[in-house]
């Protein structure tokens, strides 16, 4: 019996918080240990046996996901991969809804839904173990986070014995568990159901308050559906013990290339464009084919490098993320950066951001009391000239970085 995905992809509106990075290019398209953010979500799908489809549901523009699609299909043959797009943001729920008879064609025997911004080791058949086993019409992927940060999450509750989620809150206002919802969910088609009920509910809500016809349209998977589906019997959490981030500021870019880079160094130490260990390679280390990099310069750990990137002797790169056709120059030093597309920088120059955990879920930093950005951000075509210093700062695209800055948002 076949199985189907439903990746949920947002659209212009949304992932603003990844600025300036999505200015070029989406969220979800941008490449994290060398491949789009999306794939590594679809190359966990491509292992699960039963899965015939996968919909990305969004409200971006059709031609955004064009070329994305065209090398997807050839990189993973065994499904079919289709964008569905909403007339209009319709919410986490609102477009399975909208779209649930394109989702039910063929009969679907279980549903995964994927938020595209979750990072993690996508346990994908486990969760699909525990659906059978548990006879469930539900499971969710649930992780445990520091307590002082669950609050910014949906929390969960669960019986500990039985796997049961008891309650769900999204983003409580006092704690109530550092179980959170990993944006990663397993249904069978009485999902439908459920919302169905839901927007039933709501649409009477907005009939005695009628403030806004839009609003009352919009339909959230957590709000809405999971409080609804913790009521009720047969909603289990498969707690993950793999790694897990989200991938909401453009800051935490880094941390999910670590991550990344890191797993595909355990499974498979000679992955094409893994570079190998040396005295001047930490790995894990990405590097492109098309990319150049003097013998001389000191990469990694946790470096992805793009195409056509020139990397000149006695550089030093670490913990970043160079996009394509960006020139780091002699002896020049990169940390906890990302450089986007045509960024150069000069030679003795230093672009740095501060030490960033994986567990770091808000990416940011204090410095003599103020949160500044933890990672550097150059955007598109920024040059930083020869010796210049550039410490926690997020710089604009095409900007020429001529004097040190520090904990600055350079526009
Ligand atoms: P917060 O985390 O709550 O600040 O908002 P967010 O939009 O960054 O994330 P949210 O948890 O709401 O969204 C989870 C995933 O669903 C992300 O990948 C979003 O891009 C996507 N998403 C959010 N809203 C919509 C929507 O209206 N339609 C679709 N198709 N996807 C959405």
Redesign the pocket.
Known sequence: MASKAV?????GT??T?FRPLSLDVP??LFPVAGRPILSHALSALSKVPTLKEVLL???FDDSVFKDFLADSAKEFPNFTIKYLR?YR????A??LYHFRDAILRGNPYRLFVI????CCSFPLNEMLEMFEEKEAKAVILGTRVDPEVASNFGCIVMDPHTKKVVHYVE?PQSHISNLING?VYLFDRSIFDVIGAARSARAEQFRADPIDDEEAE?L?L?QDILVRLAQADGFYVYETRGFWR?I?TAGSAVPANALYLQKLFQTDIYAPNLARASAFIVPPVYIDPTATVDPTAKLGPNVSVGPRAKIAAGARVKEAILLEDTEVKHDAFVLYSILARGVKVGAWARVEGSPITAVDHLAMTSKNGVRVQSVSILATDVAVGDEVRIQNCVVLPHKDIKVDVENEIIM
Request: aromatic share 4%.
């Open positions: 990746i949920l992809v947002g659209g949304r992932g918080r969220k979800v549901i969004g409200f909403e943001a319709l919410g986490t609102g477009g938020h595209a911004d979750v983003k944006g919009i959230r957590e989200q909401k």
